[in-house]
């Protein structure tokens, strides 16, 4: 074997030394791929589409057991769930010096928000709209993950979605396609490196997920059928995956869920027909966990063979995890059922990659022990976990100006959540390890003094044990003022953790209505991963701190921010509705044949039980100082076909702090050949400003950003009326009218 898998080497070596004639860089890599794949047996072809998991780590059920065994044999060319230097080491030296060709293996790992340092979750990193941070949290995470000997992250997951039941809005950058774009390429950038080059061994692999729709499970529930108009699709959940693949993703993952009557997994259309022949895209095609098989229980393929076939036709190159294509494929070539030919077209992406990031140069280029010593909780990547988790945090209340705290005040510390390191890491927390951390509890002693914090659990995060009670009330009557945590269990979002209520689960509610009576002060710091109706909060408590899970460095920045040494500057990146039955609910509604503010009393798109309107609006988020916009000013009425809008306002600092303000700009098109959003966000601009200080703001509008899918589904703009809004969310804004020529 060892013999045959120098044989490799040197053919790699003399194809790529012999070709100096050919200056495309693509070409050559093309050469070298082709000379690995003219030396292997179809079995070793097929091994290259497979995908298993290591027993390190779980995230899904096991079905393959010797998967060494594989790998020997070539059977297996790629692993997940597999991290540190020392065990991918292991299973390389299997792959390379054990099994007939030595082609190495590709390690890849669920790297969502970090992967020993661990990031506020994606939809609270998304609160932060600073796209230089979210980059660097790519690229820490990125660094960290390839010192651990990894090469592929299965991120960044870019589904929008505008329904906070589905637990996976977690992972994603909220319900706005143009900041979710935005989001996606700055998290392509950080993972791959600034000029995506993959053969830095501080890069790894992204992987643009879930392709597509996955975002709006009918009903908020994971996994549930998707139905969309063409329309929608293209113009609010398309944006997001279309910028990740042009940042230069090169790994694209198929979604559980069906889209026009088709599983993804089994969708020719979706997987050749638009990812690659309309939006270009060069890399491979990896299945999420099992779903090929899966689509047997959609009800498309009588069996897993059947399955498999749906799969490979629709442009599938991976399977993670099903045994399917290892179980299958082979007989369906000699059967004549698949070519040969489309399985060496999938193999050939899956070793372009593997070239491109220097593997069959040196298979254990990523196996340095030193390196992940060095940078796994570096102390420059732990400062940029602070940095992000501070400026995730959305200020959502913050009557008499009770925030800051003031340090020296005697405070009461309850919930649970006070005191878990566990619960701030969110789902999807990698290798990140809650022992190495502390809790908001223990960073709260250490900065106001152990005599200043008198802490009682009071209430579990689930469940209905009122036993704590008693002693919490102690401890707020003992106290200044009172800081609760509460809000979600860790495992109560992301994946498969749908909700019907999302409201705060427990008793924790009732336990701060019973604080409320004593007349303290109240903050409520929430953890959670999804928008929650906050109804009952919001006139409970006093402030509201929206935490998010803020990650490792987590109870750090949300003590820094309570007292003040850090000012918030976070915006919802979802609506919070008032209750789950407004539930989808989203900025970027259409107007109706009867809006709401028809003088009419009845007969007009309402709720006759709430508002239509949200608790907190996409957008929103206080800071400890205040904002005023004026002078909204156009340089121009009219935007000409090849011309450009210039459009300028004052934001002034009116309080007494500095701050960090995200200037945000939206439009409306007041008529078109299909009904328009009331409004549409466009860009946003984050400004730091001093106490009493005025800046003017500008953005540039141009006619493509005014483009839509028009009547006949062809892309591009209509002359007509519009408006430009700006302010600091969605709701509260000036308005300027302009003409599009």
């Known amino acids: 074997m060892k013999h045959i898998s120098l044989i490799l080497f040197i053919t790699v070596f003399l194809i790529a030394a012999c070709t100096p004639s050919v200056n495309n860089t693509d070409a050559r890599l093309d050469k070298r791929v082709d000379s690995v794949l003219q030396l292997m047996t179809l079995e070793e072809k097929i091994g290259q589409m497979v995908l298993y998991t290591s027993d390190w780590d779980v995230t899904g059920p096991t079905l393959r057991e010797n998967y060494l065994d594989d790998i020997r044999k070539g059977h297996c060319g790629n692993i997940f769930n597999a991290h540190t230097v020392a065990y991918t080491r292991q299973l390389q030296k299997i792959a390379v010096e054990e099994s007939r060709l030595g082609i190495p293996l590709l390690f890849g790992y669920d790297v969502i928000h970090g992967h020993k340092t661990i990031f506020p979750i994606s939809l609270g990193e998304a609160a932060s709209w600073d796209t230089t941070a979210l980059e660097l949290s790519a690229r820490v995470s990125a660094i960290e993950a390839a010192a651990s000997g990894l090469h592929w992250t299965f991120a960044p997951m870019v589904d929008v979605s505008v329904d906070p039941r589905w637990g996976r809005v977690s992972e994603g950058a909220g319900e706005d396609p143009f900041l979710g774009s935005v989001i996606a390429r700055a998290r392509v950038r950080g993972f791959q490196g600034p000029s995506n080059d993959l053969s830095d061994t501080l890069t790894v692999l992204a992987t643009v997920k879930h392709f597509a729709a996955y975002g709006a499970p009918e009903a908020g529930r994971d996994y549930n059928t998707v139905d969309m108009s063409e329309r929608v699709f293209r113009s609010i959940y398309l944006p997001p995956y279309r910028a990740a693949i042009d940042a230069g993703a090169l790994s694209v993952m198929t979604s559980f869920n069906e889209l026009d009557g088709v599983p993804a997994t089994g969708s020719r259309y979706l997987l050749t027909d638009l990812l ?16 090929i098989n899966e689509m047997v229980d959609h009800g498309v393929a009588a069996n897993f063979a059947e399955a498999g076939l749906l799969a490979i036709h ?3 190159d991976m399977d993670m995890q099903g045994e399917v294509y290892f179980n299958f494929l082979k007989k369906q070539v000699e059967e004549g059922l698949v070519s040969e030919k489309l399985i060496d077209e999938a193999v050939r992406r899956v070793l372009k990659v593997k070239f491109m990031l220097g593997l069959f140069d040196d298979p254990y280029r990523y196996c340095s022990e030193e390196r992940e010593k060095r940078y796994v909780y570096a102390p420059e990547h732990l400062d940029a976990a602070l940095d992000v988790a501070r400026k995730s945090m959305v200020l959502l209340k913050n009557d008499n100006q009770l925030l800051p705290l003031k340090k020296g005040e005697k405070i009461a510390v309850l919930g649970e959540l006070a005191a878990s390191t566990r619960d701030m890491l969110g789902s999807w927390k990698a290798a990140g390890d809650w022992d190495f951390m502390q809790s908001t509890l223990d960073v709260l002693r250490e900065y106001n003094g152990e005599k200043n914090v008198i802490y009682a659990e009071g209430a579990k995060k689930t469940g209905d044990d009122r036993s704590g009670f008693a002693a919490a009330l102690s401890a707020v009557r003992k106290a200044d003022k009172v800081v609760m945590v509460i809000g979600e269990d860790w495992d109560w979002s992301g994946e498969a953790a749908s909700r019907t209520s999302i409201q705060v689960p427990g008793v924790q509610t009732e336990l701060l209505a019973a604080v409320k009576k004593l007349g303290k002060p109240v903050v409520v710091v929430l953890m959670n991963g999804r928008p929650l109706d906050l109804s009952r909060e919001h006139l409970l408590a006093d402030a509201i701190l929206e935490a998010w899970y803020p990650g490792t460095m987590g109870g750090k920045a ?33 107007n109706t044949g009867r809006p709401i503010y028809l003088p009419n009393p009845k007969y007009k798109s309402r709720y006759i039980d709430a508002p239509n309107d949200p608790l907190y609006p996409f957008g929103f988020g206080l800071s400890y100082t205040r904002f005023e916009y004026s002078a909204l000013k156009l340089d121009s009425k009219q935007l000409t076909a090849e011309g450009q809008l210039k459009a300028s306002v ?26 328009r959003p009331v409004k549409e966000l466009k860009g946003f601009n984050r400004i730091e400003l001093k106490a009493g200080e005025s800046k003017v703001v500008e953005f540039l509008l141009t006619p493509s950003q005014l483009a839509f899918y028009r009547q006949d589904m062809s892309f591009g703009t209509e002359p007509g009326d519009f408006k430009l809004f ?8 000036l308005e300027a009218p302009f003409v599009l020529k």
């Open 276 to 291: 690659r022949t309309e939006l270009g895209f060069k890399g491979f095609v990896v299945t999420d966990y099992t779903s």
């Open 314 to 316: 629709a442009g599938v």
């Open 558 to 590: 949300i003590t820094q921010v309570l007292y003040g040494e850090y000012n918030p500057s976070g915006k919802l990146p979802m609506t919070f509705p008032v209750n789950v039955g407004q539930v989808p609910l989203y900025y970027y509604a259409k």
């Open 650 to 675: 004052t934001v002034t600092n009116s309080g007494a702090y500095d701050g960090v303000e995200i200037v945000q700009w939206y439009v409306r098109d007041l008529v078109g050949s299909v009904t």
């Open 726 to 733: 700006v302010g600091g969310n969605s709701r509260d804004v």
